[in-house]
């Protein structure tokens, strides 16, 4: 099966850096997802974004489906945007379940 | 609208006990979800259902069984639960398999 793998598994930053977190899938896919797990434990999704790329507010998120990879990029962070970081993929011919990466842990210090 | 809504937020069960994880959605979505996440690590799949009446393994079935007699519920049931079961469990839904996937808040069992 599609094996889903993000770098780094951590990050410490400053409050007002600037951030790159990557994810690298093992096949091609027509779908993938990114989600903010917030410290109380909560799953947001941020972006489908199956190609190209696409902007919300500090966050945007870019996939190369042909390279097979998307990053995820993060701008003036602020303290709110710590947490996990997940990418995932789904599986069309098994009811759209997801494939998770093991997650960037991010943490922004004031 | 409340979307994916979870119930116990947490509990404590012995070794043996049996318990269900309630989940319900109010999205009219065909396609749930019952993922765990063990410490540090990602979600994995338990069960997945494509619509009432039709439900399917994951990649870590065994000590769950689940069902769908509605759209809009989703239980999980845990039989002689066992310490390697102490997990976080995140019900989801979709409306298509494809995109717009809506977790609800989890739960945390404890097994002792």
């Known amino acids: 099966g599609i094996q889903v793998e993000q770098s780094p598994p951590d990050l410490i930053l400053q409050e007002g850096a600037n951030s790159t977190l990557r994810c690298n899938f093992s096949?091609?896919?027509?779908?993938l997802q990114w989600f903010h797990q917030n410290p109380w434990g909560q799953l947001i999704n941020l972006f489908y974004?199956?190609?190209g790329t696409k902007q919300n507010g500090r966050l945007s998120a870019t996939t190369v489906a042909t390279e097979r990879y998307s990053l995820l990029y993060i701008s003036s962070s602020q303290t709110t945007d710590s947490g996990v970081y997940f990418c995932?993929?789904?599986?069309?011919?098994?009811?759209?379940?997801?494939?998770f990466g093991q997650g960037t842990e991010l943490s922004v210090k004031p | 609208n409340a979307g994916v809504t979870q119930t116990p937020k947490f509990r404590i069960l012995k070794i043996g006990q049996s318990m269900t994880l309630q989940c319900t959605q109010d999205?009219?979505?065909?396609?749930m979800y019952w993922y765990r996440q063990d410490p540090g690590m990602g979600l994995k799949l338990i069960y997945y259902?494509?619509?009432?009446?039709?439900?399917d393994k994951g990649e870590v079935p065994n000590g769950y069984n689940v069902s769908r007699s509605t759209t809009e519920d989703f239980p999980l049931r845990l039989e002689l639960a066992a310490p390697s079961q102490t997990s976080v469990y995140f019900c989801?839904?979709?409306?298509?398999?494809?995109?717009?996937?809506?977790f609800g808040s989890g739960t945390r069992l404890t097994v002792v």
């Open positions: 989801a839904s979709s409306s298509s398999g494809v995109d717009g996937y809506t």
């Open positions: 096949d091609s896919v027509n779908n």
């Open positions: 974004i199956p190609s």
């Open positions: 995932a993929v789904p599986v069309y011919n098994q009811g759209g379940k997801l494939i």
């Open positions: 999205m009219n979505h065909n396609y």
């Open positions: 259902s494509v619509g009432a009446g039709i439900t």
